[in-house]
């Protein structure tokens, strides 16, 4: 623990430039996938789903967080819901195609996950519930059901195929966790932010590949 804090402290925090920079490269490496394999559907629903995550973190990104006005934050959370629920239909129609099972053991695993995350969530939102806007739980309440989707697809297709594309699902996760915490909490933390920008480009690189 002690020398992931140092290796962190040593990690720079990016601006917001870099960010979307990095959504930008992100993008271009989910079209060229696409281009490699120009006859395969889910390479064009994962280039939808990277430009919906793009789009999500333009709106993220745009202004600087002290500066951010809420519709931004919702309009972000917008475009990684639609982004989680296409990923999903990408990794379902795979599964379908090879005419694999959805219910199998990396999906179960995947509910326990969520169900565990869930509880973790609760606990926070109920001791926090007295200063936190009803509008802001509602957002994180369906947030939480479509990442759910997109995680336990994700990881029905791992087991199915023995990918590794679970890594990016519980990356992405992770990413998304930590942003969560920071908004509805009102968190500001350099290390959240550092993690937050190892985490998501890491999960959308593997659950893209890793198919």
Known sequence: ?????????????????????????????????????????????????????FLGDIALNIMPLNKRPHSLLYSGAFFFMISHLIYASAYDYMIHLAGKEYSNPGAYTAYGIMVLVLLISIICIYIKSNSLKTSMILVFILYFLIISINFITIYSYSWNFKALSFIGATSFLISDYIIGIENIFKIKNDTLRKLVWIFYPVGQIMILVCR
């Open 1 to 53: 623990v002690i020398m992931f804090s140092r290796l962190l402290n040593k990690v720079p925090l990016i601006s917001n430039r870099t960010k979307i920079l990095i959504s930008s490269a992100l993008l271009l490496f989910a079209l060229l996938l696409c281009i490699i394999n120009p006859d395969s559907f889910s390479s064009k629903l994962c280039l939808f789903a990277m430009f919906m995550s």
